[in-house]
């Protein structure tokens, strides 16, 4: 099983209480004593190939992983980020914010100077963490988007920002109890078909409810690449937050899996910066087999499993096809 690795923690109250509150993004820090930290395994060889562009800082790593097309990974932090900068002729797109915990705005306006539209993959606080520093947002504009635009308090997600969840210390002036997802406005509903318009590129909005009921993913038709948010990258994909839905997760992984003969690229939003599409189809047979009871579930922490699928896996609740 490949990361995002859960980190020890030593408070069991912490995550007694985060697992009542409903507002906490996904879980707190997690233990796996056969894993180690998170911190043990970076650098990752995925992105050794790559040049680390002058734009990074002491938190966002920066690389342009393909002509106009950079990761903005945040390596320190457990959650390991990828926020995703295209830029056209005429106009950039941010697809995510990261965290909020260090100025994602200062990384983008040196990497360009273009009208710059923000949309997001999904409202999980890890990815729409910065998004109160943009002014235009495209957003789905569900129940579940708007709720998050308007916030949550540090108590809800304080563990992002606990020791055990970072490799080294937090950025200069940055205090932890000042951490919160701060509101953000929205300026434009986004759907599924939508076109975005960069000069010289265009972005298709792909619609794949499942992880969260505003999942969407990206496709640039004209090079064959997709950006894939949390719906599916290289690591433990997590699906066991309350609003997951696995019907309309297994749906939108078929819409994707029906993508990949004209796909040159993955662009994922945790952890490695691509991914070879022929592994949409694995995912989606691994998704099935985890369901029918096909593969052997593995204790993640009390009352959570993962099921390993080749070099990734899904993490569910653990109970969650009893009834099947």
Request: charged letters at 20%; glycine letters at 8%; proline letters at 7%.
């Amino acid at each position: 099983m490949s990361n995002r690795v859960f980190v020890p923690v030593l408070f069991a109250a912490l995550l007694s209480a985060c697992a009542t509150r409903g507002a906490v993004d996904e879980t707190p820090v997690q233990a796996d004593s056969t894993l180690g930290t998170f911190c043990d395994r970076l650098p990752r060889p995925e992105f050794a190939a790559l040049d680390k562009h002058g734009a990074s800082d002491d938190w966002f790593e920066v690389y342009e992983v393909r002509p106009g097309t950079f990761a903005i990974y945040e390596p320190w932090q457990w959650q390991e980020v990828i926020s995703w900068l295209i830029v056209g002729d005429t106009r950039a797109l941010l697809f995510d914010t990261g965290n909020g915990i260090a100025d994602i705005r200062r990384v983008v306006d040196r990497l360009t100077g273009l009208p710059l539209t923000v949309t997001n993959s999904h409202s999980h606080a890890d990815h729409v963490g910065g998004n109160h520093a943009f002014v235009e947002i495209l957003s789905t504009m569900d129940d579940f988007a708007i709720a998050r635009s308007q916030g949550l308090p540090y108590e809800a997600v304080a563990d992002e920002v606990s020791p055990q969840a970072l490799c080294h210390g937090l950025p200069d002036g940055y205090q932890a109890l000042s951490h919160r997802l701060r509101p953000y406005p929205l300026y434009d509903r986004v759907y599924d078909g939508a076109r975005i318009e960069l000069g010289g590129r265009v972005l298709e909005v792909i619609a794949i409810p499942g992880h969260t009921p505003d999942s969407i993913a990206l496709l640039e038709r004209a090079s064959g690449y997709l950006w894939t948010g949390d719906t599916f990258y290289m690591g433990p994909i997590w699906l066991y937050a309350p609003e997951t839905d696995f019907e309309a997760y297994r749906a939108s992984m078929a819409r994707l899996v029906a993508l990949a003969p004209a796909l040159t690229a993955l662009f994922p939003a945790h952890n490695t910066p691509e991914a070879n599409p022929v592994v949409l189809a694995q995912a989606l047979a691994g998704f099935d087999a985890m369901r029918s009871g096909d593969i052997e579930a593995e204790l993640a922490w009390p009352g959570t499993v993962t099921y390993p699928v080749g070099d990734f896996s899904f993490l569910v609740k653990q109970g969650a096809f009893d009834a099947r």
